[in-house]
């Protein structure tokens, strides 16, 4: 009985050595990246046509967050990092050799709401967004909201504000905009990943975008902050929102490319869309970036990156839009695949 | 002993024989195993209170007990305390508990004392542990599209009629303590369900039919010499439920609506130390990773100082009733 035992374990164990070695012996190559959640649905999209069409290169990418992959990153136990919110200077003076850091794609926050009836495209002035989350509209039926939507039957209810609870990018991206809009947000609670929300009943809080979105549709009178595609694919309300130019812009494939297309990127890539100008911007919109390191020890490797990022501005961008993104701009694109280059 | 018969020519059958070499290894290993095993559980204990500890150092130096006593949680500030979590996770472990413990010593009781053919009760008993394998995340989901819509109302007509008792101080919104508190429950249903049995099975039978034979009927048996001759049991399960509770976390980070306020209200947000350490982690940066080690530390010590008075408690009781 014992030997048989000691057999088997062998075989198992030789079966293993033979089927994994040949593999590891192949010139197949593994990517790891990790990072950012928000365009996770994106860029998987992208790692998994790429790796269809390169059978000896498979792409991992796992969405942990932006903290977590520029970690990862720092400790160079990722062969590339994704973040909402960049790197910043000091982080990048950790990495040896230089960080070049591409805007890979762009996405838009919308304001979704729960409200008896599904009025569509309810618009929401400057002050009005900015003092529901501060928590000084607390009604519906504040005059305000109702002097901005005429013909919309706004009930007499508390608004509920729902927030992401884990830090995250995306609430980096909207704290930002509410900070630049609002003089008395940047006082308050002021931008961060986590920042110091109003003490209310009414304000409550989920895990992720998915969480957030799930909250929304189970809980009237809400209101919170979340990617556009999941508020797309959650089939949630979205508010139109007053840009600075005035006017009243709705998420979606119009509003975030003129909000993107407003922003001039400086040479190392690194802007903010805290506020964009133009008539048809939607305000709250930002890039995402990849990390890559710009000396990487395998020079194969290195090659196979620039491929990827090739591969992602041409035909990832043609994906972007129907998956809820913004495509990047033509201007940008040139900009990002020459600053691809000193992938090495 | 020393002594063997030893007979030529006869395959003699001999009862006891003295150890071989064997025996004696075997013997001495599977000591220095289970030796072992104690040690590594003491060990990696030390280690994780040395990783945690030696990581939440410096935050224990810098912001002291006033880390446990201020409700402020704003990272660009640097401003931190866990008041709100502190008191957000006992009032819904206690909750939960009120909840798991009542239906799960029911549930004992009527597994137990013969109001079920054997064979049912195995089945009802199979049913419940079940519920123990559902992924947390399934019961926060359940909890998110089912329990809050289904107790709004309720907790509507208790906000507009009974407002003024503090514990129906608030409209429910959506994700508050009352939902979270209920499924948490549920979640700490099982390990009581499981644990109390085996203490009432464990009271002699003698006992039961002593008390009828005084002439009590079947309830005043079970609440008035069943239940108190397995208290000790009892409470042990409690206890567990309650560290099962206190450590809870996905579902709660889904439903308890994370704020970070302290209301008596069951339909306002709260928040836990378990789901603040969940949802910040990831994207936690130095400052912050030290501070949460100190959250965890707290977090450890609740769970240790419930555990120490469950068994004070316990041994307590359980010293009375000898008596």
Partial sequence: MKRVIVISVALVVLALVVVTGPVGAQDSLRLTGSGATFPFPLYSAWFKSFSSKHKSITVDYQGKGSGAGVRDFLNRTVDFAASDAAMTDEEIAKVPGGVQLLPMTGGEIVLGYNLPGNPKGLKLPRDVYAGIFLGKITKWSDPKLKAANPGVSLPDTDITVVRRADASGTTYVFTQHLSTIDEEWKKGPGAGTTVNWPKSDKFVASPKNDGVSATIKQTPGSIGYLEFAFAKFAKIEMAQLQNRAGQYVAPGTDGGPAALAGVKLPSDLRAWVTDPDGAKAYPIATYTWMLFYKENKDPKKAAVLRELVEYCLTDGQKMSAQMGYIPLPDNVAAAVKKAAGSIQ | ?323
């Fill in chain 2, 1 to 323: 002993m020393s002594i063997i018969p030893i007979r030529l020519g006869l395959e003699t059958e001999r009862v006891s024989r003295p150890p071989s070499r064997w025996d004696y290894g075997a013997d001495i290993a599977f000591r220095i195993l289970a030796r072992a095993a104690v040690w590594l559980v003491l060990v990696l204990l030390a280690l994780i209170l040395w990783e945690i500890g030696g990581k939440g150092a410096a935050a224990m130096r810098d912001y002291g007990l006033g880390f446990l006593t201020s409700s402020t949680w704003d990272v660009s500030r640097g401003q931190f305390g866990i008041l709100p979590h502190i008191w957000g996770t006992l009032y819904s472990s206690l909750l939960a508990l009120i909840i798991g413990g009542f239906f799960g010593v029911t549930m004992a009781i009527f597994l137990t004392q013969d109001f079920l053919p054997p064979q049912l009760a195995v089945v009802f008993r199979t049913i419940v542990e079940l519920l123990a394998a559902i992924p947390s995340v399934v019961y926060g989901l359940w909890g998110l599209f089912v329990v809050v819509p289904a107790i709004r109302p309720v907790a509507g007509w208790l906000y507009d009629h009974l407002g003024w008792i503090p514990f129906f101080g608030s409209t429910l919104s959506g994700p508050g303590l009352a939902p979270a508190a209920l499924v948490l429950g549920i979640m700490v249903l099982p390990t009581v369900a499981a644990v109390s049995p085996d203490a009432l099975r464990l009271v002699p039978y003698r006992v039961k039919e002593a008390a009828y034979g005084m002439g009590t009927t079947r309830w005043e048996a079970i609440l008035k010499v069943m239940l108190p001759t397995a208290a000790t049991g009892i409470f042990g399960a409690l206890v567990l439920g309650f560290g099962r509770a206190l450590g809870e976390t996905m579902a709660l980070a889904m439903l308890i609506g994370n704020s970070n306020q302290i209301s008596l209200s069951l339909f306002s947000p709260a928040n836990t130390l378990a789901a603040l350490l969940a949802l910040n982690f990831p994207e936690a940066g130095k400052r912050e990773v030290e501070v949460l080690m100190y959250a965890a530390l707290v977090l450890l010590a609740i769970t240790l100082v419930v555990n120490m008075a469950g068994e004070a408690i316990m041994s307590f009781s359980s010293r009375k009733t000898k008596s």
